[in-house]
C-alpha cells in the first residue's frame, strides 16, 4: 500500500499480515481522489472512514491536508494500527474501535466526506443500511458525499440519494448525496 499524493506522496506502508482486510487499489484510489480533489479542497473539509481496516483512505487524506479524520473499525489491531501509523507520521487521525452500524447510531460528528469500505461479501441490504443511517443521522454536512466501495456485484443504485457510480476494475464506488433525493422527487 502506497500514499499517492501530498506531503508523503510515494511513501510505502506495510500493514502486519494478520489484518483481516482488503485494502483498495492504487488505481481505484487515485481515481477516487482525482474525484474529490475536483470537488473539495483537503484541508477545509471533515472525513468519517467507516470499516477503516489499514487506515489507507485515511492515511491519503492526511497526507493532502486534511486535519479533521475519523477512523472506525471494529478490529483493535486495525485500530492499534492506524493509531500508531497516524501518530509515526503526525496525522491528526481520530481513532475508534467499534461496530460501524452501533456507531452511526451515536454518533453526531458531521462530516463533508463519509467513506465506507464493508466487506464485499456483505449482502446488498447491509451496504444500503450505511447509507440510510447517515442520511436519517444527518451524519453529511450540507453538500457532503457518502461513497461507499464495493464489488460490481453489488448494486446500490436503488437508494433514494444514490447519485452515481464511478468502476475501477472489480471496484466499484457509489456516491450519495442530500440533494439527489430532492431531484428524485421533483
Known amino acids: 500500500m502506497r500514499i499517492i499524493s501530498g506531503k508523503f506522496k510515494g ?11 482488503r485494502p483498495t487499489t492504487d488505481m481505484a ?3 477516487l481522489f482525482n474525484i474529490i480533489n475536483n470537488h ?7 472525513v ?4 477503516s481496516g489499514t487506515g489507507n483512505i485515511s492515511y491519503e487524506f492526511a497526507s493532502r491536508g486534511t486535519k479533521n479524520i475519523y477512523a472506525i473499525d471494529a478490529n483493535y489491531n486495525c485500530i492499534r494500527y492506524i493509531y500508531n501509523t497516524a501518530k509515526e ?4 487521525i481520530n481513532t475508534y474501535k467499534s461496530d460501524v452500524y ?3 447510531n451515536k454518533t453526531s460528528i458531521q462530516s463533508d466526506i463519509v467513506f465506507a469500505d464493508p466487506p464485499y461479501d456483505f449482502e446488498a441490504e447491509k451496504f444500503l443500511e450505511i447509507a440510510d443511517l447517515v442520511f436519517e443521522k444527518n451524519l453529511l454536512k ?5 461513497i461507499i466501495e464495493h464489488s460490481k456485484h453489488t448494486d446500490l443504485t436503488i437508494h433514494k440519494n444514490h447519485s452515481y457510480d464511478k468502476r475501477y476494475g472489480g471496484n466499484v464506488f457509489s456516491f450519495f448525496e442530500n440533494s439527489v ?3 428524485k422527487e421533483d
Open 102 to 104: 452501533k456507531f452511526l
Open 181 to 183: 433525493e430532492a431531484e
Open 48 to 51: 468519517l472512514d467507516l470499516f
Open 29 to 31: 484510489k487515485e481515481g
Open 40 to 46: 473539495y479542497y483537503f484541508d477545509s473539509i471533515a
Open 11 to 21: 511513501r510505502r506502508l506495510k500493514a502486519p499480515k494478520n489484518l483481516p482486510v
Open 142 to 146: 450540507e453538500d457532503g458525499i457518502l
Open 89 to 92: 507520521f503526525d496525522f491528526d
